[in-house]
């Protein structure tokens, strides 16, 4: 187990921008040494950790593609090594590649898959082994409320990996439990991110109508809810 007056390690993947940006800077702010993980965009990752640093919060960043079983496995192994232990982990890298099923290429559903449910899967199976060592540690993963609700039209492959995200993070709960590992998920609605703002505003009005307070969510209101449980 870490030592007690030793900072929590925090790896949150996809956290250069939207929520996992929110996540990342949340629990920094509750004290939480922050690996950034990215895949794409270096800057927009860098400006998170910088940040962080500005706030007095320590942060680093890494770049691995979570759909690629070993280089989750070499990422969580170069973090231990470094940082002695992963305390928690947020999965939050996602894409969506939407599009109605009878025109929905078999690459458009394999690479929501793989990032989404398989990356889940890679990063929790890796960090898991070392939170067992620790006999603590926390995981929490972004699902969506499309994984529990009936779907959205055009988003067959989003809410196939959605809801398999809920199905393993119940399973994993099961097995890591009695080792003080726990393993949750949290599923948003629309929140306001870059994912939502390529929505035409007819879109938009029509999907705030549904929502009992009459707007989308920010960011932040997910950040707060998955440090609760991590924290």
């Known amino acids: 187990m870490a030592e007690q ?14 929520i996992g940006r929110a996540i990342a800077l949340e629990l920094a702010s509750r004290g939480a040494a ?19 640093e500005e706030k007095g919060g320590e942060a680093e960043i890494r770049q691995w593609n979570v759909a690629d ?14 940082h002695g232990s992963i305390d928690i982990l947020v999965n939050n890298a996602g894409i ?7 025109g929905m290429s078999e690459a458009d559903f ?3 898959i793989d ?26 993963s972004m699902a969506s409320v499309v994984g529990n609700l009936p779907g ?3 988003q067959a492959n989003y809410a196939a990996s959605k809801a398999g995200i809920i199905g393993m993070t119940k399973s994993a709960a099961r097995e890591l439990a009695s080792r ?3 393993v949750n998920a949290v599923a948003p609605g629309f929140i306001e991110t870059e994912m939502t703002a390529v929505l035409s505003e007819e879109v938009k009005k029509a999907s705030a109508a549904q929502i009992p307070l009459g707007h989308f969510g920010k960011p932040e209101d997910i950040a707060k809810t998955v440090v609760f449980s991590g924290i």
């Open 69 to 82: 079983f070993a280089a989750c496995e070499k990422a969580v192994k170069d973090i231990v090594k470094t």
């Open 5 to 18: 007056n030793k900072k929590k390690v925090a790896v949150v993947t996809g956290a250069s921008r939207g």
């Open 34 to 52: 922050v690996v950034i993980n990215y895949n794409g965009s270096e800057e927009r990752a860098k400006e998170v950790q910088k940040e962080i």
């Open 152 to 154: 959205n039209a055009g």
């Open 180 to 182: 003080g590992v726990t």
């Open 96 to 102: 969506t590649k939407d599009g109605l099923l009878m």
């Open 115 to 140: 990032v989404n449910l398989k990356g889940t899967f890679n990063m929790m199976r890796f960090v898991s082994r070392q939170m067992l060592r620790q006999r603590c540690g926390r995981i929490i």
């Open 110 to 112: 394999d690479s929501v």
